[in-house]
T-cell receptor, first 114, second 108 residues
Framework: DTGVSQDPRHKITKRGQNVTFRCDPISEHNRLYWYRQTLGQGPEFLTYFQNEAQLEKSRLLSDRFSAERPKGSFSTLEIQRTEQGDSAMYLC????????????FGSGTRLTVV | AQRVTQPEKLLSVFKGAPVELKCNYSYSGSPELFWYVQYSRQRLQLLLRHISRESIKGFTADLNKGETSFHLKKPFAQEEDSAMYYCATLFGNEKLTFGTGTRLTIIP
């Protein structure tokens, strides 16, 4: 297990296109989180899963955003009809609900909408 | 709602000088506090958590409930400490809330 993996590392897309990102958490972690980070800001919470259940969604997550974790392992984050304001680093993290050791983050997916 | 404030966006310190990165939180309760660090071209990683009372890479942080602060300190800065530092809180075993971060630059 090499930690949290995110794919792709970079994505450039035209405005209006749909994009999908993938996150593979640490295998023994039952919680998975998505964050967004823009320049000069700290990571902002988007949503999180415990196993396959999506337990919370931020108000930042508009209807164009959807996240899934169908089998309680990897997760996908889809953005439909991308806008320039969606350009950001999308971070995935995982943790164990049984322990408060903090999160393990992936390297992120940098999205640029042109 | 939880809020984490890091008042300094940028901090420059000479090598060998003491470092203090400020963090204040607004929360009624007993949150868990963390410091995360992001070195250039690397992923965000956990530096330390208050509950473990540990010292990592010479850094310590003391939770002051009276002042609702969790400042990060190191007595003698090293060049490799240059990085982005984020304070974060966790309450009730739910999501982490991050501050806006402080970019620390160590001047040789």
């Amino acid at each position: 297990d090499t930690g949290v993996s995110q794919d792709p590392r970079h994505k450039i897309t035209k405005r209006g296109q749909n994009v999908t990102f993938r996150c593979d958490p640490i295998s023994e972690h039952n919680r998975l989180y998505w964050y967004r980070q823009t320049l000069g800001q700290g990571p902002e919470f988007l949503t999180y899963f415990q196993n396959e259940a999506q337990l919370e969604k931020s108000r930042l997550l508009s209807d164009r955003f959807s996240a899934e974790r169908p089998k309680g392992s990897f997760s996908t984050l889809e953005i439909q009809r991308t806008e320039q304001g969606d350009s950001a680093m999308y971070l995935c993290a995982s943790s164990s609900s049984a322990q408060n050791y903090g999160y393990t983050f992936g390297s992120g997916t940098r999205l640029t909408v042109v | 709602a939880q809020r984490v404030t890091q008042p300094e966006k940028l901090l420059s310190v000479f090598k060998g000088a003491p470092v203090e990165l400020k963090c204040n939180y607004s929360y009624s309760g007993s949150p868990e506090l963390f410091w995360y660090v992001q070195y250039s071209r690397q992923r965000l990683q956990l530096l330390l958590r208050h509950i473990s009372r540990e010292s990592i890479k010479g850094f310590t942080a003391d939770l002051n409930k009276g002042e609702t602060s969790f400042h990060l300190k190191k007595p003698f800065a090293q060049e490799e400490d240059s990085a982005m530092y984020y304070c974060a809180t966790l309450f009730g075993n739910e999501k982490l809330t991050f501050g806006t971060g402080t970019r620390l630059t160590i001047i040789p």
